[in-house]
């Protein structure tokens, strides 16, 4: 009597992803791990800052005016207390960095956030309700696409600023920020959205909702929305890398965060005006660091793309 074989268990979630074709083309590319495992790291360093950075850049009793513009450890002159130099305020270049970090990845996060969250919501009403109001939201999409994103959040920006009172604006500079980066990045994610929902609702599994009596909000959030998600996870991927270049650049330009406040941006800015003075580390560095950054990023993006895209499987 042969024995039947036993059945087999099922495979939990986590099982079947890394059975499936996204870990293994992940696994086969060394540059994909390594963009993978830069882009952590930062995220990492720039959440626990408080316990990875040498020194506090907001401690102002432990900053010392006599420390300022100290070379790199490996210098002549150089301090083995600060590893990369020190700035014009004395701060630890190191610990600017990965503060800066900090403050341009919450930035940038919440401001990608904010664009999915507002193009999915005008994708979905604008590809599923159609006529007029897809007409609408589609052709303030086209007119903000005539405009450089950076433009656009330097002039909300700016209005934002000039409707407020002056005392406010250090305390708002941020939320200000992700509203102005937030608005400049929405359109992709509702053009993107609008098309896929154009797809979906046509299909039968739709139709039986509407048929069953189930309302407009509900299969929009239950059936389409999850249809629609793996290009949104790729725009966001990539969207990610051209917020943080955007708070960088707003900052570096004096309309981003304080420039009291240690970001990627300010820092460069700061460091520009002692690049050619021999004091190169104030700016060099914290450049590295973010171009570093929106390589790995980018680099993750553009493999993430193909990685869901059905047809080049």
């Known amino acids: ?34 963009s993978a495992v830069v882009s ?33 450890v490996w210098l002549e002159d150089g301090d083995t207390r600060f590893l990369l130099g020190t ?25 990608v956030f904010f664009s999915m969250v507002l193009g999915i919501t005008l994708g979905l009403v604008s590809g ?16 903000q696409l005539a405009f450089p994103a950076i433009l656009i959040a330097m002039l909300i920006d700016g209005v934002v600023r000039g409707l407020l009172p002056r005392d406010l604006h250090g305390d708002i500079a941020i939320y200000v920020l992700i509203f102005a980066i937030g608005i400049s990045g929405w359109v992709q994610y509702a053009r993107t959205v609008r098309g896929s929902t154009l797809v979906e609702k046509n299909k039968e599994y739709v139709q039986a909702a509407r048929v069953i009596g ?29 917020a943080i270049i955007t708070e960088a650049t707003l900052s570096f330009l004096g309309v981003g965060v304080p420039p009291t406040t240690p970001s990627m941006g300010t820092l460069i800015q700061v460091g520009q005006d002692y690049l050619f ?18 390589l790995a990023i980018n680099l993750f993006g553009d493999w993430l793309r193909d990685a869901l895209n059905p047809k080049l499987r």
């Open 214 to 242: 189930i309302g407009p909000v509900i299969i929009l959030w239950r059936h389409i929305l999850p249809n629609v998600t793996g290009p949104v996870l790729v725009i966001a991927t990539i969207h990610l890398a051209i």
């Open 277 to 294: 003075s021999g004091e190169w580390w104030i700016t060099i560095f914290p450049g590295i660091a973010l171009a570093v950054l929106v």
């Open 40 to 72: 952590i790291a930062f995220f990492a360093a720039a959440l626990f800052a408080p316990w990875v950075a040498p020194h506090n850049p907001f401690d102002l009793a432990s900053i010392d005016l006599l420390d300022s513009s100290l070379p790199p």
């Open 1 to 34: 009597m042969i024995d039947a074989p036993l059945p087999r268990a099922p495979r939990t979630r986590i099982g079947r992803f890394f059975d499936s074709d996204i870990w293994y083309s992940f696994i086969r590319s060394p540059l994909v791990i390594l």
């Open 87 to 111: 700035d014009d305020q004395g701060r630890d270049i190191l610990s600017t960095i990965i503060y800066g970090a900090r403050i341009s990845l919450f930035v940038s996060l919440a401001a």
């Open 128 to 143: 599923y309700v159609g006529g007029r109001t897809d007409a609408i939201i589609m052709r303030i999409a086209d007119v």
